[in-house]
């Protein structure tokens, strides 16, 4: 979906990190990183594939021989150098030939394995070698507006799914065969696949990330349902909503539901370029410590998003970076009464030059069915 020039640019700005950095050289295998570097969703085998991206120079995308074509072809004219190693041959010292220098630091990206990364340190003692997830997360952060058309599609297909929930979420019906439900719904909203669905019910509702099992959702349950995929642009989707089974709920889970509320709109109005991702977390905490739930709020407000469910930026206590325009990241605040019954509101949001944009659009209040 990327054309070539922006993939160039993006190679320019992590090779000017990479400096920045004061890096020899950063180093990239399959995952989120190298496709949003290159373009090449490379599968992530026992066999080497490595972008070396040095200081200043030539990159290097190194392959397995029997990946090379697929790797052209998926670079298409984005003019990036192609090293390949039979099977059987020294990929490590493929890749040791290709840095500028074999002392220094190199930074490796985080889900680099250890059995490509162990026989690099043995072959370069000299070498240093630290995690690039800061900086790679830093990179990917600042969404285009390309990229946030994309989001805006994948959140417009996920609200669409948590619409038609009325058509699965009721008495009788196990946890387990309502996700059944929401997977296939998932995909038919246009998701290449399903990530993940929560559907929490009852007492289950006060664990965040439960797996659906085999309760049988009963009337007056709160019930969490949590839902995400990947769209075929790459773009992830999460949305939480808060369903109640039947036209009444247990009245301390109504009071702290406002609260609730009260506090996932403060974090979302609090988001706007300059702000600390803290204090959103700490708009969206404040409102629920005020009621008296705040031991009860487990997690951070929330993640970023977009070619992975979670990444950078991170909104939680202790995160002092600034927003900037073009973050795009969840607000999840929750509340959860172990062994009763839990709740949690989640949007995708978008700092914007003047403010924030919702991504998700579904009314927030709770929903009864």
Not at 59 to 85: F, N
Not at 108 to 122: E, F, N, Y
Not at 333 to 340: D, K, L, N, S, T
Request: overall charge negative; glycine content about 10%.
């Amino acid at each position: 979906m990327w054309t070539a020039e922006e993939l160039r640019r993006r190679l320019d700005r992590a090779q000017q990190e990479v400096a920045r950095q004061g890096w020899t050289a950063l180093l990239v295998t399959p995952g989120p990183d190298l496709r949003y570097l290159t373009g090449y969703e490379a599968l992530p085998l026992e066999r080497l594939t490595c972008l070396v991206l040095p200081a200043t120079g030539e990159a290097t995308l190194i392959v397995p021989r029997l990946e090379r074509a697929a790797a052209e072809a998926a670079l298409g004219d984005l003019r990036l150098r192609l090293a390949d190693h039979p099977d059987g041959g020294d990929a490590a010292g493929l890749l040791a030939g290709t840095l500028p220098d074999t002392t220094g630091v190199v930074g490796v990206v985080d889900a680099m394995p250890a059995a490509h990364l162990l026989p690099l340190q043995r072959l370069l003692p000299g070498l240093r070698w630290v995690e690039a997830g800061r900086a790679t997360g830093s990179l990917r952060a600042v969404k285009s507006p390309a990229e946030i058309a994309a989001l805006a599609e994948a959140g417009a297909a996920i609200d669409e799914v948590h619409r038609q929930l009325h058509r699965w979420l009721r008495p009788g019906r196990t946890e387990a065969e309502v996700a059944a439900d929401i997977d296939v719904a998932i995909r038919d909203a246009g998701h290449a696949r399903t990530d993940f669905v929560i559907v929490a019910a009852g007492p289950n509702a006060a664990s965040p990330h439960h797996s659906s099992g085999p309760r049988i959702i009963e009337r007056g349950d709160p019930v969490v349902v949590d839902i995400g995929g990947t769209m075929p642009s790459g773009y992830c989707s999460d949305c939480t909503r808060t369903y109640v089974i039947g036209p009444s709920a247990p009245a301390d889970f109504t009071d702290y539901y406002a609260v609730l509320q009260a506090a996932q709109r403060a974090a979302v109005a609090a988001v706007r370029p300059d702000v600390s991702a803290e204090a959103v977390d700490a708009a969206a905490r404040s409102p629920i410590e005020q009621a008296g739930y705040g031991e009860l709020f487990l997690h951070r407000t929330g993640h970023g998003i977009g070619l992975e469910t979670h990444e950078d930026p991170y909104i939680v206590a202790g995160n002092t970076d600034p927003l900037v325009a073009g973050m795009a990241f969840s607000v999840e605040p929750g509340i959860y009464r172990a062994g009763a019954h839990g709740a949690r509101i989640e949007d995708i949001v978008v700092c914007t030059t003047v403010g924030v944009r919702r991504l998700n659009t579904t009314d927030t209040g709770l929903v009864h069915l």
